[in-house]
């Protein structure tokens, strides 16, 4: 088996590198203090073809798969957890288009999507529904005289809800059928009877906008529904499944950061008469942190290959961000120890990383439902 990269996945691994580094981590501190996303730069990863990972060239894409993906939301995770979060995220509506949009929806949505002029929402969650999909309380009705559906319901912990221009909605078109009665439908930023409803104040990812989405009589156009009637809920299973495993790569990331800055750290701060870094209790914390990273790293990768392979890959996404994000908060938590006081303040990065961290055991699943794919796999129940 061959792990290494190819020389273009190296290439685009460092043009990931310089972005973040030039890009992104200059502004995440002010993003995570004004908690406000810089479109900016969303418009500069566009520029660079980040936002076209994964769809075909005909459709404004950068072509590409799950593993060029990982690499660059990882890259952008060591320096930003907010803006990985934000490419990955983004990411998903164009993946759905891909797979279950008709060619007029291709050919209107994609360039837009992947040329960086529009930023996408993926919005299942509602107050009632979370980790339990199966509760969504949106509604669809299809009205046969002007050929549109009319929604009503509320959306909450959209992640750049308050910011997108569509927004794939999933809601109830036959509410006695549950989940089998389950849609997704493109819904635009400005359709009258679709609002914008409170942005919440969170204790990480500040800068990441997220909100509740609110439907009060909207009417879309029939033609929005992506697949068919009924098709919903395996098209939220199947998105949440690769969004997933870009959870994973961001957990990875922001991994690979707080090492590298805890290794810069321990060579420059000395105490005792000497570098921290021949501590031997601190070296363990290092060689433990790494360890963890590494084996979070690969099967993030694996997850991806199945993917690009066509191969089942639902356990393995749930296994990857489960023991991903474990690491990414276990690490955090050791950086922020090496760093002592220091890495309390607001004036360093640990701080708003720290915090950052534990919402990728939370987001796309909670660990504990991660656990329940991944035992119900493995059973067979």
Known sequence: MDFS???????????????????????????DRKHKFNME??????????????????????????????????????????????????????????????????????????????????ALTEPGAGSDAAGVKTTARYDAGTDEYVLNGTKCFITGGALADVVIVFALTNPELGT??????????????????????????????????????????????????????????????????????SAVGLSEGVIDLSVKYMHERVQFGKPIAEL??????????????ESAK????????????????TKEAAMCKLNA??????NANLALQIHGGYGYMKDYPLERIYRDAKITEIYEGTSEVHKVVISRAMLGR
């Open 5 to 31: 990269l190819t020389r273009e996945q190296e290439l685009l691994r460092r043009l990931a590198e310089e972005f973040a580094e030039n890009e992104l981590e200059p502004v995440a501190a002010d993003m």
């Open 41 to 122: 730069n969303f418009k500069k990863m566009a520029e660079l073809g980040f936002t076209g990972l994964g769809i075909p060239r005909e459709y404004g894409g950068s072509g590409g798969g799950a593993a060029e993906k990982v690499i660059v939301i990882s890259e952008f995770a060591k320096k930003c957890l907010t803006s990985a979060a934000t490419l990955s995220i983004h990411g998903i509506t164009p993946g759905v288009l891909l797979k279950y949009g008709t060619k007029e929806q291709k050919q209107s949505y994609l360039p837009r999507l992947t040329q960086g002029s529009s930023l996408a929402a993926f």
């Open 180 to 249: 089998k009665g389950l849609s997704a439908i493109l819904v635009e930023k400005g359709t009258p009877g679709f609002a914008g409803g409170k942005v919440e104040e969170k204790m990480g990812l500040c800068g990441s906008e997220t909100a509740e989405l609110i439907f009060e009589d909207c009417r879309v156009p029939a033609a929005n529904l992506v697949g068919k009637e009924g098709q919903g809920f395996k098209i939220a299973m199947e998105a949440l499944d690769g969004a997933r495993i870009g959870v994973g790569a």
């Open 280 to 293: 031997q209790g601190l070296r363990w914390y290092i060689a433990e942190m790494g360890t963890r990273t």
């Open 298 to 313: 690969w099967l993030v990768y694996y997850a991806a290959y199945l993917q690009d392979s066509g191969k089942p890959f």
């Open 325 to 330: 994000s474990k690491a990414a908060r276990f």
